[in-house]
């Protein structure tokens, strides 16, 4: 089990699109931001309504322009999750957002810096309890000349680290930064240091988790295409967070960002921090004894429970039966592929043995069934595990690959490479 850093808590939200907290005891939430243009009011809206259905607790809009934070005003009152505004250069929109009905600023150190610009937007928010995420960028830090001695110091704290120079310029801005919170006596604070170098973002949140008691906000900036992003990103977010280090996440990819939200949630759920919502699936990567289209299986099984089912039903999906039961441990719901057919387990129990075209279907109707069954009250998921005798691979089962390879064409069988 994880334990998390102990840090302060923040609340971000209202009563109309519910409190989302960050820090303290909640758990590690998920946040996304639109990548559409804010002042396109309708667009927004649909993507905030696409990100929240697909799980984010929080979103957060661009607001370069004017145009963007008097779009606030029409667009919050229409979704349904907290909206964060991304505030770089122009302290005015923090303070347009604030009056808009914002739920959270951030801030960037590294281009809006003046004290009294600061503290104006502290005011504001302190007025209406709404919080503000310090966000250090890797790619916005500025050397100032009034750092310049705290540098020094910190360069030598931080000689032997490979990443020193940034971290020494980074923990430099931020006591900087938070000094004028401090001043303020305002502490709804969250922090963030992003980095597109994986091992760089690791030693910033150590850094900075051992320094300051303030919830933290874990990302790597630019990771890239979801296709590389996911390592670049998933790396560093999950060593921090199976260390305890991190309160709230964003995944960020050069993508649709709904994978930010669906994968930054399996990030919280396989390390246990979050409960989970919907269906687990669990697949083999198949292997020569594969006997059906697993991968097209795979994913088509992998849709239909994402919009059909809302219990967390551990369902696997095995290429075959040899060694499909020891990797389908603990699931509720179990298919075994054999030559061109499936057959189905539901709880250890076996309920159907058939043909390959029939096995999409029949699984989700059994997920369904199980789901109505533990509502019902009649069981519990998890209760029993899948307990199967392997047959002889060879006697029984043969090789699969060459009887798809033998008959493919006459049966229309294909293997389906999903990208
Ligand atoms: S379950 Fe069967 S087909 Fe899948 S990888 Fe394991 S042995 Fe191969």
């Known amino acids: 089990m994880v334990v998390r850093r102990p840090t302060r808590k923040v609340m971000v939200g209202d009563a109309a699109h519910g409190f989302v907290g960050i820090g303290g005891d909640s758990p590690v939430s998920v946040q996304s931001m639109t990548a559409g243009y804010t002042y396109e009011i309708d667009k927004c809206i649909a993507e905030i309504h696409k990100l929240a259905a697909a799980g984010a607790d929080m979103v957060r809009v661009a607001v370069p322009e004017k145009k963007d934070t008097a779009a606030l005003k029409e667009i919050i009152p229409q979704v349904s999750v907290p909206i964060i505004a991304d505030v770089h250069f122009h302290f005015q929109r923090a303070l347009e957002a604030i009056d808009a009905g914002i739920h959270k600023i951030r801030l960037n150190p ?8 600061v503290k104006e937007v502290i005011q504001a928010c302190k007025a209406k309890k709404i919080p503000i995420r ?6 916005s830090i500025i050397e100032r ?25 980074m923990v430099a801005k931020l006591e900087e930064y938070l000094d004028i919170f401090r001043e303020e006596d305002f502490h709804d604070i969250v922090i ?23 919830p933290l906000h874990l990302g790597v900036t630019h990771a890239g295409p979801k296709e590389t992003g996911t390592i670049r990103s998933v790396v560093p977010l999950g060593h921090l967070l199976a260390s305890g280090i991190g309160d709230t996440i964003r995944i960020s990819y050069a993508n649709d960002p709904v994978y930010e939200v669906q994968d930054g949630l399996e990030l919280c759920y396989v390390l246990g921090l979050r409960t989970r919502i919907g269906a687990e699936l669990i697949a083999c990567p198949t292997c020569g004894r594969i006997q059906v289209d697993l991968f097209k299986l795979v994913q088509d099984v992998r849709k239909r429970l994402m919009n059909e089912i809302k219990m967390p039903i551990k369902v696997a999906v095995m290429g075959c039966i040899v060694n499909g039961p020891g990797e389908a441990e603990g699931a509720d719901v179990a298919i075994f592929a054999g030559d061109r057919k499936g057959i189905i387990y539901v709880q250890g129990e076996k309920v159907a043995n058939i043909p390959e075209e029939e096995i999409l279907d029949r699984l989700l109707f059994e ?45 229309g069988m294909s293997l389906t490479v999903v990208k």
């Open 192 to 214: 963030s240091a992003k980095s597109i170098d994986p091992l760089l973002v690791i030693a910033a949140y150590e850094e900075i988790s051992k320094r300051f008691d303030y």
């Open 145 to 169: 000349k009034d750092k310049q001695k705290r540098m020094k110091e910190l360069g030598g704290v931080f000689s032997d680290n490979k990443h020193g120079h940034f971290l020494a310029i």
């Open 134 to 139: 310090i966000g250090v960028n890797e790619g």
């Open 110 to 117: 590294g281009n809006i810096s003046d004290r009294a610009q």
């Open 367 to 411: 997920c369904r069934e199980l789901e109505a069954k533990v509502l019902r009250g009649e069981t519990k998921l998890g209760d029993k595990k899948v307990d199967i005798l392997p047959p002889d691979p060879i006697g029984e089962l043969g090789s699969g690959w060459e009887k798809i390879q033998s008959e493919k064409s006459g049966r």
